[in-house]
């Protein structure tokens, strides 16, 4: 099992890479067989490939992002996070929970988010 230390790291190298990072960069956070549900009751994405194309849709986009809260317990952690989006036009700001499941060196091997389109505040 992973370290809570190492669980933490990687949560907050998740957070900087989705905020500032390429899409290959955060794939390198991911266990080869990851899955990926954001939002959740969105379909399931498996696999590196299916990962890529998802944050591949909004790596150009001008982002933030701001960690509020962290539990890490065994080899999960739930957080409750700010992502901030600025489209140059308009400025928005989405406040998932995020919940992520562990491999035994800290890779994330599940990744659900939850959030809905009616939990997007313009700013």
């Given at each position: 099992m992973p370290s809570q230390e190492a669980i933490a790291q990687t949560v907050n190298s998740y957070l900087e890479l989705v905020a500032a990072g390429k899409?290959?960069?955060?794939?390198?956070?991911?266990?080869?067989?990851a899955t990926v549900e954001d939002p959740i009751g969105?379909?399931?994405r498996r696999g590196h490939d299916a990962i890529r194309e998802f944050y591949t849709g909004f790596q150009d986009l001008k982002k933030d992002t701001e960690l509020?809260?962290?539990?890490?317990?065994?080899?999960?952690?739930?957080?409750?996070?700010?992502?901030?989006l600025d489209t140059?036009?308009?400025r928005s700001r989405i406040s998932p929970i995020s919940h992520m499941k562990f491999d035994e060196d800290a890779k994330i091997t599940s990744m659900r988010a939850f959030w809905s389109p009616a939990d997007v505040k313009v700013l």
């Amino acid at each position: 099992m992973p370290s809570q230390e190492a669980i933490a790291q990687t949560v907050n190298s998740y957070l900087e890479l989705v905020a500032a990072g390429k899409t290959d960069e955060i794939l390198n956070l991911y266990a080869a067989d990851a899955t990926v549900e954001d939002p959740i009751g969105s379909d399931v994405r498996r696999g590196h490939d299916a990962i890529r194309e998802f944050y591949t849709g909004f790596q150009d986009l001008k982002k933030d992002t701001e960690l509020v809260e962290l539990r890490v317990g065994g080899s999960e952690a739930a957080y409750l996070w700010h992502l901030t989006l600025d489209t140059g036009d308009s400025r928005s700001r989405i406040s998932p929970i995020s919940h992520m499941k562990f491999d035994e060196d800290a890779k994330i091997t599940s990744m659900r988010a939850f959030w809905s389109p009616a939990d997007v505040k313009v700013l």
